[in-house]
């Protein structure tokens, strides 16, 4: 069966760091990927998506994700967080139904 | 502006009452869903609909009924309401049926009594 793991319920990083957020999934098939994000208070947004082509996509506000096949994973990536960044970042998993299965999230924190 | 709007934002009910929460979206999207997030699980996909008729439906008590009165509105009433219906409901919808690109609202908070 499909599954979404977010390893990491919780990241604290400093503002100015580099930040990594893991995700990895379970498919048989040819996933198609997405990274949400959710403001405090606020519906999710999509950050970026992974349909097929270069493992790298490019998302807003400097995010970027890497596809590997091999590792199943999907991992979430930005250069220099900022404090605006707080948030909750879902990993999500489309199947060949488009059928989405979720992450349970992680919530990024940012220490000034 | 918003372009997914929920009503209302914050909704307190008592057990066994009925509630509806209102969604319209102004995106011109043809299909629409229901999510639920709750404090103890990930985000829960509910319903979708896709030109006003029911596409997929994952959720297993019938006391959730989507109710879509035009193609840009998405209503979901709750009835027999529980404490365990206690989560925040969003509204999503998206071009077409293929969840390529989810639009969500800002969510309807509701906690049963």
């Known amino acids: 069966a499909q599954s979404v793991t977010q390893p990491d319920a919780r990241v604290t990083v400093s503002e100015g760091a580099s930040l990594q957020l893991r995700c990895k999934y379970s498919y048989s098939g040819t996933p198609y990927l997405f990274w949400y994000v959710q403001y405090p208070r606020q519906g999710l947004q999509l950050l970026l998506k992974?349909?097929?082509?270069d493992p790298v996509v490019q998302g807003v506000n400097g995010f970027e994700a890497e596809f590997s096949k091999s590792n199943s994973s999907f991992h979430l990536r930005k250069a220099s967080v900022h404090w605006s960044d707080s948030a909750v970042y879902f990993c999500v998993l489309g199947d060949s139904n488009y059928q989405l299965i979720w992450g349970s999230g992680t919530k990024l924190i940012i220490k000034p | 502006d918003p372009k997914i709007i929920q009503k209302p934002k914050y909704l307190v009910a008592v057990t066994g009452s009925e509630k509806i929460l209102i969604c319209e979206q102004y995106l011109g999207h043809n299909a629409m869903y229901w999510y639920r997030q709750s404090a103890k699980k990930p985000l829960e996909f509910m319903f979708s609909?896709?030109?006003?008729?029911?596409?997929d439906n994952q959720t297993a008590s019938s006391r959730f009924q989507p109710q879509s009165s035009k193609k840009n509105h998405l209503d979901l009433q709750i009835t027999a309401l529980k404490p365990d219906d206690s989560a925040t409901y969003f509204c999503?919808?998206?071009?077409?049926?293929?969840?390529?690109?989810?639009?969500f609202g800002h969510g309807t908070k509701l906690s049963v009594l």
């Open positions: 992974y349909y097929s082509g």
């Open positions: 609909y896709s030109y006003q008729k029911l596409m």
């Open positions: 999503a919808s998206s071009q077409g049926d293929r969840n390529e690109r989810l639009f």
